[in-house]
Antibody, heavy 118, light 110 residues
Framework: QVQLVESGGGLVKPGGSLRLSCAASGFTFSDYYMSWIRQAPGKGLEWVSYISSRTGYTNYADSVKGRFTISRDNAKNSLYLQMNSLRAEDTAVYYC???????????WGQGTLVTVSS | QSALTQPASVSGSPGQSITISCTGT?????????VSWYQQHPGKAPKLMIY???DRPSGVSNRFSGSKSGNTASLTISGLQAEDEADYYCSSYTSSSTYVFGTGTRVTVL
C-alpha cells in the first residue's frame, strides 16, 4: 500500500534552516508529481510546492518562493524540502503528498511539525 | 494567490443533504476543471474525496458528489452521517500553474 513518511521537523530559530525528507513506498515514485502542503496550528491547508515526475519542474507558493526548494531523488524514492530563512509564520505541520498533477493529492503522509521560534 | 472562499460552517441532521460552496475566480476555479475536495478529521491527515470537479476516488462513498458552475464549485453530501462530521477543503489549479486551497468548512451533524 502507498506509504509516505516525513522526517526532519523540529524547533528552529527565526532565520534558520531545516530540511524535510519524505520516504515513499508502495507505488512507482518516479511516475508521480509530489507536493508539500502545510497546516499552521488551528488553521487551514496551504499548498507549498510541487515537483513534476520526471523533468523536475517545480512551482512554489508566493509565501515561500525564494526561501524553500523542493527536490526529489527517484532512485531513492524520496522527496525533500529545503527551508531557509525561516519565519515564525512558517510554523506548521508539513505534509508530503502524492499528486496526480491536476491539484488532486490522493495520498498524504502523517505530517511533520516545524516550529520556528526563538 | 488568495484562498478560495468557503462558508465557515455548515450543519445538517442525519439523513439530510448539505452543500458546501467554494468560490474563486476565472483564474482558478472558473478556468479549469481541476477542483478537488478533501475531508479532514481532527488530528488526521486530509483525505481526497473528489477530484477533477466531480470524480470520486476508489473507496469514497457515492454520497459525496461535486459540481461546478462558473467560478463556484460545490460539494454535496447526501444522506448525512455522524462520521461525515469533519473539516472540508476545496482546492483548485490556477493560471500560474500553482494550487490554491479554500478557507475550509466545518461540517456539523446535529
Amino acid at each position: 500500500q502507498v506509504q509516505l513518511v516525513e522526517s526532519g521537523g523540529g524547533l528552529v530559530k527565526p532565520g534558520g534552516s531545516l530540511r524535510l525528507s519524505c520516504a515513499a513506498s508502495g507505488f512507482t515514485f518516479s511516475d508521480y508529481y509530489m507536493s508539500w502542503i502545510r497546516q499552521a496550528p488551528g488553521k487551514g491547508l496551504e499548498w507549498v510546492s510541487y515537483i513534476s515526475s520526471r523533468t523536475g519542474y517545480t512551482n512554489y507558493a508566493d509565501s515561500v518562493k525564494g526561501r524553500f526548494t523542493i527536490s526529489r531523488d527517484n532512485a531513492k524514492n524520496s522527496l525533500y524540502l529545503q527551508m531557509n530563512s525561516l519565519r515564525a509564520e512558517d510554523t506548521a505541520v508539513y505534509y508530503c503528498a502524492r499528486d496526480r498533477g491536476t491539484c488532486a493529492v490522493d495520498y498524504w503522509g502523517q505530517g511533520t511539525l516545524v516550529t520556528v521560534s526563538s | 494567490q488568495s484562498a478560495l472562499t468557503q462558508p465557515a460552517s455548515v450543519s445538517g441532521s442525519p439523513g439530510q443533504s448539505i452543500t458546501i460552496s467554494c468560490t474563486g475566480t476565472s483564474s482558478d476555479v472558473g478556468g479549469y476543471n481541476y477542483v478537488s475536495w478533501y475531508q479532514q478529521h481532527p488530528g488526521k491527515a486530509p483525505k481526497l474525496m473528489i477530484y477533477d470537479v466531480s470524480d470520486r476516488p476508489s473507496g469514497v462513498s457515492n454520497r459525496f458528489s461535486g459540481s461546478k458552475s462558473g467560478n463556484t464549485a460545490s460539494l454535496t453530501i447526501s444522506g448525512l452521517q455522524a462520521e461525515d462530521e469533519a473539516d472540508y477543503y476545496c482546492s483548485s489549479y490556477t493560471s500560474s500553474s500553482t494550487y490554491v486551497f479554500g478557507t475550509g468548512t466545518r461540517v456539523t451533524v446535529l
